[in-house]
C-alpha cells in the first residue's frame, strides 16, 4: 500500500507555506469610533501568527484555512488604539472557536469574542465502505485522501498500522475519516477461555492455567480464575498470556 500522503520530507516547510486566511475576514457589523484599530486586520494578522507556530508543531503537513465571523451588529465600541487579540481559556484554534478582543488603551475599556472556524487539511484515511462494529479493519476498507482534521474534536489516525488489524469500536459508514475513537484493538483473548498466567517477579517465574473472566486485548489488564479457585489480575501479552507482576 503506497503511503505518499504521509511523506514527512518537508512537513514544517509546507505548513509555514499553507496558512492563509479565507474571505476578507467578515469582523464588520458592531459600530467603532472615529480613530479605532482595523479589528478585521488585527484577526487575521494574530490568527496567521498563531496558527504559523502551532501548524510548526504539528507531525504532518496541514493546510490550514480560517473563516471568520462577525460581531454582533448591536455593538457601539468605544474608539481603541491598541487592540489585544487573545485565545480565552479553555478555547483552542482548531474547527468551530472564538478568539477575544479586548480594548487595553482608549477612552472606554471593552472586551469582545469573535466567531472563528479553523479547517486543517492534510492527508488521512477514509472509508470506502461501510464497517460494521466489531469487524476487524484490513488496507482494502480505506483509502488515502485529504480532510479536515478539525471537523471533530477527535483525533485522526494518521498512520496504517495504527488502524490496520485494529477492529470497529462502532458501526462506521462509508466516506468517514479514521478517528481514534472508532476503533480499538482486537481481542485476544474472550471471556471463558482458558488461559496461561505466568506469575514473575525479582528472580523468579511460576506458571499456572485460569479461566478468563472477560475478554482482552493485548495490553490489556484482566481478571482471571485460576484452577484452585484464586482470581488474579494481570496484563495479556501479545501471545495471549495473562502477566501477573508481583
Not at 31 to 44: C, E, H, P, R, T
Not at 133 to 149: I, K, P, S
Amino acid at each position: 500500500m503506497p503511503h505518499d500522503l504521509f511523506s514527512t520530507a518537508a512537513p514544517l516547510r509546507l505548513a509555514r507555506a499553507l496558512v492563509r486566511t479565507l474571505a476578507s475576514v467578515a469582523v464588520g457589523g458592531a459600530v467603532l469610533g472615529a480613530g479605532a484599530q482595523d479589528l478585521g486586520q488585527i484577526s487575521s494578522e494574530w490568527l496567521q501568527g498563531a496558527l504559523s507556530k502551532s501548524a510548526e508543531m504539528q507531525s504532518m503537513p496541514l493546510r490550514m484555512e480560517v473563516q471568520v465571523g462577525r460581531l454582533d451588529p448591536r455593538l457601539n465600541l468605544a474608539p481603541c488604539q491598541n487592540v489585544d487579540p487573545y485565545l480565552p481559556s479553555g478555547s483552542k484554534l482548531w474547527g468551530r472557536t472564538r478568539i477575544g478582543l479586548r480594548c487595553v488603551e482608549g477612552a472606554k475599556p471593552w472586551n469582545v469574542f469573535l466567531p472563528v472556524t479553523i479547517q486543517a487539511f492534510g492527508p488521512a484515511w477514509v472509508l470506502t465502505h461501510n464497517v460494521s462494529m466489531g469487524e476487524v479493519l484490513t488496507y482494502d476498507h480505506a483509502m488515502q485522501a485529504e480532510v479536515d482534521w478539525a471537523e471533530s474534536p477527535h483525533a485522526i489516525i494518521a498512520m496504517p498500522e495504527d488502524w490496520v488489524g485494529q477492529t470497529a469500536a462502532r458501526n462506521l459508514t462509508s466516506g468517514m475519516a479514521l478517528r481514534q475513537t472508532m476503533v480499538k484493538a482486537a481481542q485476544i483473548l474472550k471471556p471463558g477461555a482458558t488461559v496461561k498466567v505466568i506469575a514473575q517477579g525479582g528472580g523468579f517465574m511460576v506458571t499456572g492455567t485460569g479461566r478468563a473472566l472477560e475478554g482482552g486485548a493485548a495490553g490489556q489488564n484482566i481478571r482471571v480464575r485460576m484452577d484452585n479457585g484464586r482470581t488474579v489480575t494481570g496484563t495479556v501479552n501479545p501471545q495471549g498470556e495473562v502477566v501477573v507482576a508481583q
